[in-house]
């Protein structure tokens, strides 16, 4: 007992100076917002060792493969021939297939091609990210092409657990779109020979889309930890790499190891206590302070000092992005939403009053101590259903010019950053400006994301701290404002689209909140009534011949003429105004009285191949 | 993170399925692990309710359908009647929704098998006819409340009597494929498989 209690007072002893200047260093630093560069060295010379470390996997993968090629029966033969060439493969299985389909009219391939295009436009957004020298370790989102040679090498005999892969199955040919772009794929009318089979057809569709759906979907797996390419040396995120590839990789892991958890751990622990202890203290402190200018400045600058070490207690680097779009007087910062650390990210830069639900624990302290200072919005989670009154306290805060900018994080749950999913749209419905502010984390070097289904809060801390880094990426955008006659669910959109895009995230309709809460029946009924509009396009043969004209919805299919329309630009205009017209306002209306997650989205099929083989029958 | 040793794809599993299936090993794998990240409360095997919490089934207006073909077909071809599904079904009733190749034929995913699934997504109570009623309840749920019950009596009695060869006031599967003739089902259910 003693000897180990000698130990310790050696070890500490001996560790204790440069600990404390460590951190001394760290904080005084941050109280300036100065930084001497160190993080991005470390950042720089991490992505180095990352490298470094792909090519090894790659060379001992090509090793083995030659070797696993000539001993090994014919599939791991085929495999390799596979993996070398992943890219030609999904072509080369394109082309056989419009081949091997005859009689599709050239219009059908067109339409095909057309979407198809479409659909990789949104699998791949172009990420402009502030490091040039990636190219091996460069992310991929999506689906198709992105069987980057070393992910797909490690795959082949990984067991990946509960992550469902980024990395493709399939290729989706089918899917469900949530948005109100009637007009796509509402056919004109056809003829066919009877409308239920044509309904029967259709259906076939809705299986097809509904397997594909089964096999690889959208939205669950946005509420998982998002998939790397490449190993970074942490066992959680990305393909589980359990597996032995060589001995220098496993020596640089267990430094690793010995790196995050004796060296970084403790420095960032002690450094997060002592942000933690002068964020509670200063907000007591500038509590007593009489409301005046004085306060405020004195709350913007603590709240700085405060926010600059609590993140240095996770190593986060982060680069702001045009600055001059920063919001400076009230109004509400739209962010799209990965972690709880969003708010620590962003407040670095600017001070913002935010909103939130109450939490309990550690969080709950914090919240309690920030309402000292300043005014922010924390709400029961009982209250969140009780729409009104956070919007009244919102508006209340928003026209109110002494109150700082607020924050607000739309999609009310994160995801893990590689889609931004439906904006709810209470915040847009007041008349503010919107500031948008796209974020985006590098996943390499820890995983921001927080499953809250599956982590607590300190546990989710715990694992930043215990990670390599944090490294954000923080967008401003111009200020948006609500343009005449546009509703706040068009308004949202349109910023959702516009953080999207900045930040290299798929736009996704669906909402956040499916995470934990089952499909509202609404939105099948949206569907049904989708194809319900659909089957009353349709004009059976005989039923015309027979003059018995079954007419399904609709009084303005009566009055037109019966004719072979066969593009979209035949169709007279009146009748696509007319009935989206409608369609909004019902979707407006019917969302008044429901619940904040309120969907006012469409779901079409996507049935733009199977009216031209419908014409023809 | 439910990675327990029982829910580990053995090697031997893989090849089994492989025999019987046309995907390769890597495909395997893969879907693994969407099995997976569906069977939530990590039971090894699914149930209805882990299909239908992906909400882009869901929200399907047949998702419900498909979901009961899914089990009604894997019941079929073999042991459980119990409403779950293990991997090597899971697998099986996708191996359905494969590519006709030319190369390989395969006892899983020609026409007739991709009809049979339509058609057993129809068949409710599972008794090889399609009868006016189920037709009706399929449409339905197709369409919701948009259109009056009388419209869809109509609708149904015309698509009945068209397929209806023998008279008798049913649609069996060989009557289903022949009304289904034109269809170009071979690309209508097939989904693409990446390498």
């Not at chain 1, 440069?18 to 160190?38: E, H, N, Q, R, Y």
């Not at chain 1, 948008?436 to 809060?457: C, H, L, T, V």
Request: with cysteine.
């Amino acid at each position: 007992m003693l000897g180990i209690e000698h130990l310790l007072f050696v070890l500490t002893t001996f560790a204790f100076p440069p600990v404390a200047l460590t951190v001394l260093l760290c904080i005084i630093l941050a109280t300036f917002g100065k930084s001497l560069g160190l993080r991005q060295m470390y950042v720089d010379t991490l992505i180095n060792i990352f490298e470094w470390g792909a090519r090894q996997i790659k060379t001992t993968e090509k090793i083995r493969r030659k070797e696993s090629a000539l001993t090994a029966p014919f599939f791991l033969n085929k495999l390799s021939e596979e993996a070398d060439d992943d890219e030609d493969e999904i072509r080369s299985m394109e082309t056989p297939h419009f081949e091997a389909t005859d009689g599709i009219t050239d219009d059908e391939i067109e339409a095909r091609s057309e979407t198809e295009s479409h659909d990789s436009g949104e699998d791949f957004p172009s990420v402009d990210s502030d490091f040039g020298d990636e190219s091996c370790l460069k992310r991929k989102f999506g689906s198709t092409t992105s069987l980057a040679s070393v992910g797909s090498c490690c795959s082949l005999r990984n067991r990946k657990m509960s992550e469902s892969s980024t990395l493709g199955i399939i290729k989706r040919e089918t899917q469900i779109y949530l948005d109100d772009n009637f007009s796509e794929d509402i056919p004109d009318e056809v003829f066919v020979r009877s409308r239920g089979w044509a309904a029967i057809r259709d259906s076939v569709d809705f299986v097809k889309a509904g397997m594909e759906a089964i096999i690889e979907d959208e939205v669950t797996s946005r509420f998982e930890a998002e998939q790397l390419v490449s190993w970074n040396m942490l066992t959680r995120t990305s393909i589980k790499f359990y597996q032995f590839v060589n001995w220098k990789l496993s020596a640089l892991w267990i430094l690793g190891f010995m790196f995050r958890y004796c060296v970084m751990l403790p420095l960032r622990f002690t450094v997060f206590c002592i942000g933690l202890v002068f964020l509670i203290s200063s907000t007591a402190l500038i509590g007593l302070v009489p409301i005046g200018n004085w306060k405020k400045a004195l709350n913007h600058k603590c709240m700085l000092i405060c926010y600059r070490i609590l993140s240095r207690s996770l190593t986060a680097v982060v680069y702001f992005h045009d600055e001059h779009y920063k919001a400076q007087a009230q109004g509400i910062c739209v962010a799209n939403h990965t972690s709880p650390i969003d708010a620590l990210i962003l407040s670095i830069d600017n001070v913002y009053a935010l909103i939130g639900q109450k939490h309990e624990g550690l969080l709950g302290i914090v919240q309690r101590a920030l309402s000292r200072a300043s005014s922010h919005i924390w709400f029961e989670r009982s209250e969140a259903k009780d729409r009104l009154v956070v919007a009244q306290k919102l508006k209340e805060h928003c026209t109110n010019p002494d109150k700082l900018p607020i924050l607000i994080f739309p999609e009310g749950t994160c995801i893990n950053n590689t889609s931004v999913m439906m904006f709810k749209k209470g915040s847009f419905e007041i008349g503010t400006t919107i500031y948008p502010i796209a974020m985006k984390y590098d996943s390499r070097f820890g995983d921001a994301f927080w499953n809250s289904s599956e982590q607590s809060w300190c546990g989710y801390i715990m694992r930043m701290m215990t990670s390599w880094a944090i490294i954000c990426n923080v967008w401003y955008l111009p200020p948006m404002t609500r343009r005449d006659g546009e509703d706040a669910v068009d308004f949202a959109n349109r910023v959702k689209k516009e953080i999207a895009n900045k930040g290299g995230l798929v736009d996704l309709e669906w909402d956040g909140g499916l995470k934990r809460a089952k499909v509202p029946p609404k939105m099948v009924a949206k569907q049904q009534e989708r194809y319900a509009n659909r089957l009353s396009r349709y004009t059976s043969v005989s039923e015309v011949v027979k003059d018995e004209d079954v007419d399904v919805t609709s009084d303005y299919l009566v009055d037109k003429p019966v004719s072979g329309y066969n593009s979209l630009e035949d169709l007279p205009e009146d009748v696509f105004i007319d009935e989206e017209e409608d369609e909004t306002i019902d979707a407006h209306d019917e969302n008044e009285n429901d619940d904040p997650a309120g969907e006012s989205n469409i779901l079409p099929n996507k049935p733009l191949s199977d009216t031209v083989s419908l014409v023809k029958t | 993170m439910g990675n327990s040793s029982s829910l580990m794809l053995r090697d031997e599993e893989i090849e089994e399925i492989m025999s019987e299936t046309e995907f390769n090993r890597n495909q395997i794998v893969r879907l693994y692990s969407r099995f997976l990240s569906l069977d939530k409360k990590g039971q090894g095997f699914l149930s209805r309710d882990d299909f239908l919490n992906v909400p882009e089934l869901a929200v399907n207006p047949l998702g419900d359908r498909i979901v009961d073909a899914f089990f009604t077909l894997a019941s079929s071809n073999g042991d459980n009647e119990e409403q779950q599904l293990n991997f090597r079904q899971f697998v099986r009733i996708l191996a359905h929704f494969q590519p006709i190749s030319r190369v390989k034929k395969n006892a899983l995913n020609s026409r007739k098998d991709k009809l049979l699934f339509a058609f057993k997504m129809y068949d409710l109570n599972k008794n090889d006819y399609i009868t006016r009623e189920e037709f009706k309840v399929i449409l339905n749920s197709m369409v919701g409340a948009n259109i009056t019950s009388d419209q869809l009596d109509k609708i149904a009695d015309r698509t009945i009597e068209e397929a209806d060869a023998d008279r008798d006031g049913k649609i069996s599967f060989d009557e289903f494929c022949r009304a289904m003739e034109k269809t170009d089902i071979e690309e209508k259910m097939s989904i693409r498989f990446l390498n």
